[in-house]
């Protein structure tokens, strides 16, 4: 299995543009999570799917943040409008049930 | 809030030497769990413990949890300069699948 896959690795835009970011989880995998991590907050999780269905989504920021998961196989974090303070690495991570965490490579984005 | 706390934040020793970092949590817990970070990488997971076991190992790893104390050690053995790392310790709060991740202690093994 190639692991859970974000796309894109880079990303810099500019204040006031929209971001969308990609996961592809471990097949078979029934969570997925994501979580932005800073230096001066660490990890943070922001929201987690189970089968699919958004379960906890206490940890997103404001309302510029949204997101989704259509299928098993694909989510999306959404950032519109995205602000500097949006700048960090954001981690798509899957597990099956109560186990371990599969973390992606992440994305860093740079919001100028 | 963070719920799991390392200590110390930042540790050099010498490659061959073992490594000790600890994690303190505030509530009770299913298991606490282990990861690596190499720089500019994602996080690895290393080793899970439930909170019935005491201690656990594998490979160099060895981790140890005193529910009594809430707290937890990993000790790396005979570390090697690969080993260079963050190292975070992460708790779910009973009931819930979410993970909540401590600030990490940043390891570095010097040859």
């Known amino acids: 299995d190639a692991g859970v896959i974000q796309s894109p690795r880079h990303e810099v835009t500019e204040m006031g543009q929209e971001v969308t970011l990609r996961c592809k989880p471990i097949?078979?995998?029934?969570?997925l999570f994501w979580y932005r991590q800073t230096m001066m907050r660490g990890l943070e999780l922001l929201i987690y799917?189970?089968?699919?269905?958004?379960?906890?989504d206490s940890g997103m920021p404001e309302d510029r943040f949204s997101a989704k998961m259509p299928n098993a196989s694909f989510s999306t974090l959404k950032i519109q409008p995205s602000e500097p303070r949006d700048s960090a690495v954001y981690f798509c991570?899957?597990?099956?049930?109560?186990?371990?965490?599969?973390f992606g490579p992440g994305t860093r984005l740079t919001v100028l | 809030s963070q719920q799991g706390e390392e200590d110390p934040q930042a540790l050099s020793i010498q490659e061959g030497e073992n490594a000790t970092m600890n994690c303190s949590y505030k509530?009770?817990?299913?298991?606490l769990q282990w990861y690596r970070q190499n720089s500019g990488r994602g996080l690895v997971h290393l080793i899970l413990?439930?909170?019935?076991?005491r201690e656990k190992h594998s490979g160099r790893l060895r981790v140890t949890l005193d529910t009594s104390k809430k707290s937890s050690s990993l000790l790396i053995t005979a570390s090697r300069a690969a080993d260079t790392a963050s190292y975070f310790c992460?708790?779910?709060?009973?009931?819930?699948?979410?993970?909540?991740f401590g600030q990490g202690t940043r390891l570095t093994i010097n040859p």
């Open positions: 991570a899957s597990s099956l049930g109560r186990g371990s965490q599969y």
């Open positions: 097949s078979g995998h029934d969570y």
């Open positions: 799917f189970n089968n699919n269905v958004p379960i906890d």
């Open positions: 509530t009770s817990i299913n298991n």
């Open positions: 413990i439930r909170s019935n076991e």
């Open positions: 992460a708790t779910d709060a009973a009931g819930a699948q979410k993970l909540v």
